[in-house]
């Protein structure tokens, strides 16, 4: 019984903590856009704070999707759960690079330039990765 009750929390924390990386994420894209039609920096601000908080979360999701798949599904190798893992380490990357970046270049996404269309662009595939992961995910519901 307290077996079983650990396992449906462990699995209820990856579907928690993914909808949490999957709401941010789209969020930075809107907030990021935002800025390059109003030019109002505090959207491009909060869009790096939405991104920090998905990348924080991404790894703990990533690792309790992984271990919910050797234990729930016995590690059997399919087509989306390769996707899965595939696009979720891209999805952490992409996110580990766009905070890093900004970091680094705290203007990045606000100097006339053509890296802050890169930036953008990033922000962009990363929300495709989401996107991407969150409709995988729905596949087994």
Known sequence: MANTVKN???VHT????SHFTNGLTPIASLLVTLYF??????FERASFYCIVLAMVAIPPVFFSGFLDWLTRFQGRPTHIFNHKRLFGVLFML???L?????IMRPDVA?????LRYIYLAMIYVDTGFA???GYLGGKFI
């Open 94 to 96: 992409v996110s580990i």
């Open 8 to 10: 449906k929390l462990f």
């Open 37 to 42: 039609i109003t030019g109002d920096r505090d």
């Open 110 to 114: 606000t100097e006339a330039s053509t």
């Open 98 to 102: 766009l905070v890093v970046w900004r």
């Open 14 to 17: 990856h579907h928690i903590g």
């Open 131 to 133: 996107t991407y992961l």
